[in-house]
């Protein structure tokens, strides 16, 4: 079976390609990122389909950051992620592609909930910290209903809580609250500073999936039935910013203070997402847990940037 996986340089797709590797009954092929195919341009990704002719897409492309990259470039944000999606969907399906496996953001959730499930995706827009990249992603999964009703086609769409882990983005302005917090912790005390500034009020609660379960989800997908899935893996327990902070501090052993600025925004105030459904497609549920998930994920990052 051939699979390609697109985005293969990126956070999860890294990861997806390196356990997918391992399995060798499959034939990997990959999309590494815009330099090689451009997903925003059709006739590039039609042609290159055409050579390869992959039975299965998992497909980990995207354009994305925190919130203040969002603010920062929100017609881009929704323009190329809204053209990926558009140009995945129909270049597969001319193509004969079997299915299209999608990872999906749960911002694309209604800001208004608190703990995500199915059955409320489109019930409210998504939070304005996020809207814009949150439309994109909701983007894939009426696609993917519509190419199912219209085409038969068959894709997956798992929304997936917030990852972390090696190879995550670490740099202030793109990376979510886990990896600023373990750059800015590690700088401080690497320079002997004794205080990390740490944005907003340090209440908002989030939940955190090692991206190895994400990556997991994802080739697991390849296994169900024809058809539009949708479902979510998470694992409902979530933890507030500034708790977590006081575990990244623990780890490192630094003994400075956390500086709340509260002139940031929070985004949401509590993100939890229900994984019930996907614990039953899957017949599988999240591995890591957070302890053991943030202490791999500190290793790593001393070991890459000493």
Known sequence: MKVLVVGSNGFLGKHVKSLIDSEEKYNVFEITGKDQVDLTRYEFLS????????????????????????????????YENSLMAINLYKASLEQNVEKLIN???????????TTYKEEYFFDGPPDKSVYNYGISKRLYVQLGNSFFEENNFSSVNVVISNMYGPYDHFDIERSHALGAIIKKVHDAKKDDINKVEIW?????????????????????????????????????????????????????????????DTSRPDGVLEKKVDGNLGQIKLGWKPETNLNDGIQTTIDWYIEKYG
């Open 47 to 78: 042609d290159y389909l055409s050579k390869i002719k992959p039975n299965i897409i998992i497909n980990c492309a995207a354009f994305v950051g925190g919130i203040s990259y969002g603010y920062r470039y929100p017609a881009k944000m929704l």
């Open 200 to 260: 907003g009020t340090g209440k908002p609660i989030r939940e955190w999936l090692y991206v190895k379960d994400g990556a997991e989800a994802l080739i697991r997908s390849m296994s169900l039935e024809p058809g539009h899935h949708f479902f979510n893996v998470g694992i409902e327990k979530g933890i507030s910013v500034i708790e977590l902070a006081g575990i990244i501090k623990d780890k490192f052993g630094w003994n400075g203070k956390f500086e709340l």
């Open 103 to 113: 990872p999906i953001s749960n911002c694309a959730y209604p800001g208004k909930l």
